[in-house]
């Protein structure tokens, strides 16, 4: 970089390495690149997500503009990464599955103005302050300092695990409100369903308003890739409402989510959910795990689900069982 020129065409590039603060970066790496900056001549600028206003950020966001405006901008899985881009691979070589997926070039704006305008340059003195970078293990093989291995756990599948080591949370595909209810059209799993919706499989899962306050989820309006249970991944994201992590999940584009749900059920496009057609599935809810690196999962296998009672004891069902009865 010492010998860096710029050219007409060098493009000017703005990276945010959303993890720093969690050990994605060395302090040789940090060392690095604030070289690579000082350089640059201000055609490079890396940030990390500033700790006393900004989470962790473990989008992955790519973005290109031209004249000052965005042109065009991706979301999804793949790291900033010669194996999570497969870049110079055969694709027969290709080590990692990733997808990224269009977005708005708006919502990419505005979401980049947001993250970068709560971050800091890497060449910021405050930085050395506010983090703590670990050796890179080069460094540490060359100080002999290595930890002894320790034993390998005893293996587990992968859901035991999940359930074990990682949070998880459960959101509902009906309504606990009350004594409980059925989705009307228009809401939840049946959002499409109302008349003015373009698509009738569009759907969102309801937030509770405390997992909504909390860090489990990103800020919102932030694209995750969820992996689900069956191999299928969903981008998917927080959104609405006042609340940091928003009130309502969906996938992008939201008709995805209703798709993929009346799908697992067996349950034709655009078919009413309700209570009874989710207890015959064998599951009323999905559970959303996540991991220390930050990865969710997402689990709606009947085989795993814990019994609903409060679902059987709403007054929709109660009245199937009063008029068989009669």
Sequence with gaps: MSKFTPTSTTPKIHLLIGMARDGA?????????????????????????DPRVSPLVHTKLYAWAQNGSFDIAYAGSAN???????????????QQENI?????????????????????SCTDPVVDSLFTFPE?????????????????????????????????????????????????????????????????DEAYFAVPANIGRSNFFPVKNTPIVV????????????????????????????????SYIRKRMGLDEGTKVGIRELLDYGRTYVTISRTSEGNYY?????????????????????????????
């Design 227 to 258: 992996h689900c249970d069956d191999g299928e991944d969903l981008i998917m994201r927080v959104a609405s409402g006042s609340d940091r992590c928003g009130k309502d999940m969906s996938t992008i584009p939201n008709s995805e989510l209703g």
């Design 298 to 326: 997402l689990d709606f296998s009947p085989e795993a689900a814990e019994p609903d009672e409060f679902a059987m004891q709403t007054p929709e069902i109660l009245n199937e069982f009063s008029h068989e009865d009669d």
């Design 136 to 200: 890179a293990p080069a460094d540490v093989l060359a100080n002999k300092s290595l930890p002894p291995v320790p034993p390998l756990p005893e293996p587990e599948t992968e859901r035991e695990e999940r359930l074990k080591d990682f949070s998880s949370i459960k959101l509902y595909l009906y309504s606990h409100a009350g004594k409980g209810s059925s989705y009307n059209c228009g809401s939840g799993i049946n959002w499409g369903l109302r008349d003015i919706r373009a698509n009738k």
């Design 25 to 49: 970066v060395s302090i040789t790496t940090h060392e690095i690149l604030k070289g690579w900056v000082k350089a640059s001549r201000g055609y490079l600028d890396i940030r990390y997500p």
């Design 100 to 120: 990224l997926v269009p977005v708005s070039v708006e919502y990419a704006e505005n979401y980049i103005d947001t993250l970068f305008g709560a971050s800091l």
């Design 80 to 94: 900033l990464s010669t194996d999570g881009l497969n870049i110079g691979r055969d694709p027969s070589e290709c």
